[in-house]
């Protein structure tokens, strides 16, 4: 069964298509991100930017991590039930938070690292070209083995005129902007929503999506990042077709996209097929259902993704949310339980740690650089607090017989 209407034109596809050539092809944009990703590689550069001490002393902590091996051993523990945990973690916001972190769980000696770390921060030209990103990713890709670090690239960061001229003379598009500094063009914002534009995809207008799919690729030629969060339909149409032929790019859906019930999961399902792969995957990676999910609907959807055939693709549910994200003491944990009872697999991500701290806001993702700066020891705490709760509760998982996974530096 076709669709009764294609979700991209043939101008949509031909603007896609020639944006990735003006960054050298999918093959380029794939070996480049592979280059990028290597720790000599990285290593270097933060050395060249002035971020090497921060490595040196981020690989020092990494030496006295807790393993899950020891906890197993002590607490006598047995993961043989179906239904596995992958631990997930938000809020790791550059190089100076992620470091004091690393420094806390160091000093504890009992929390285990989280497998995925997410980062919900503005893609400026400056983080991303300046060292700070690649050295954030160095500490957790490299130095702590986070399977996977998710960057978000919001449409309304303001960027060089040269950036914009660049994307409006490969694409022909025209992007209605206006100039918060000399120098610099940003997306006039005309909706509601966050200070940069498409948190939850209110502010991807006309044909902004071009602007997401070129932040992404700057990010991911320059750091090999390649794993963005992706919270609007447009976008992930887009990204889906983009990627296509990119193997090492990769999405998570945002929770904000509203996958609240199985009727829009299969939307999203719907879009992942219609631009699949040659092997049969899709550039989808997660999806994270929406908090609203009862555990019986979060299974229902895991079910509908097993018969749509599509391999690869991880459920997530939050655990705990910051208090202006939603419904104030959320907790799903005992529904996470459920779920895992029933041998379902799920992905446990803490936006919080439950607990009312300063910087435990959404606020707290888009302060200024300066600001953020100033405040990376309080925030490297809060996001320290989110990894202790949710080393916590993957230990309980695991006293439940269910297997939970943790970053590399977590193993022996």
């Not at 025209?174 to 498409?198: H, I, Q």
């Not at 071009?210 to 690729?217: F, M």
């Amino acid at each position: 069964m076709s669709l009764h209407y294609k979700f991209l034109s043939s101008k949509d596809m031909k603007q896609i298509d020639a944006l990735k050539e003006s960054y050298g092809g999918a093959k380029e944009v794939s070996r480049t991100i592979d280059l990028m990703r290597t720790y000599e590689t990285r290593k270097k550069i933060a050395n060249e930017k002035g971020f090497g001490r921060m490595l040196e002393e981020a690989e020092q902590y990494a030496k006295r991590f807790p393993k899950v091996e020891d906890f197993i051993k002590k607490e006598k523990v047995e993961c043989t039930k179906p239904g596995v945990a992958t631990t997930q973690v938000s809020g790791f916001q550059g190089a100076p938070i992620t470091l004091h972190c690393m420094k806390r769980v160091a000093d504890d000696g009992t929390t285990l690292v989280p497998k995925e770390f997410i980062s919900v921060m503005a893609l400026t030209e400056d983080y991303v070209l300046n060292g700070e990103l690649l050295t954030t990713l160095a500490m957790s890709e490299n130095i702590m083995k986070a399977d996977k670090f998710c960057n978000t690239n919001l449409v309304g960061t303001p960027l060089t005129k040269n950036a914009y001229e660049r994307l409006e003379k490969v694409t022909g598009e025209k992007f209605d902007t206006s100039e918060p500094a000399s120098g610099m063009r940003a997306l006039v914002l005309k909706n509601m929503g966050t200070a940069y534009g498409n948190l939850g995809g209110v502010e991807v207008a006309n044909n902004n999506h071009l602007v997401y799919l070129d932040g992404i690729t700057r990010a991911a030629v320059n750091t090999g990042s390649n794993f963005f969060l992706n919270p609007s339909w447009s976008t992930i149409v887009a990204a889906c077709y983009y990627a296509r032929d990119i193997k090492n790019v990769m999405f998570k859906i945002s929770m904000l996209l509203s996958t609240q019930n199985a009727i829009q999961f299969r939307m999203l399902l719907n879009i992942m097929k219609e631009y699949i792969r040659d092997d049969g995957t899709t550039p989808i990676y997660e999806v994270n259902l929406g908090n609203g999910q009862s555990p019986e609907m979060f299974i229902q959807c895991s079910e509908d993704l097993k018969a749509s055939g599509i391999p690869g693709v991880s459920l997530a549910a939050h655990l705990r949310i910051n208090p202006d994200l939603g419904l104030a003491n959320f907790d799903w944990t005992k529904n996470a339980h459920k779920v895992l009872a029933s041998g379902t697999n799920v992905t446990i991500k803490y936006e919080s740690d439950g607990t009312s701290r300063p910087m435990d806001t959404m606020a707290a993702y888009f302060l200024p650089k300066e600001e953020r700066l100033a405040a990376a020891t309080q925030i490297g705490d809060v996001i320290y607090y989110k990894c202790v709760r949710c080393s916590n509760d993957a230990k309980e998982i695991m006293k439940l017989g269910h297997k939970a996974t943790f970053a590399g530096i977590s193993y022996r």
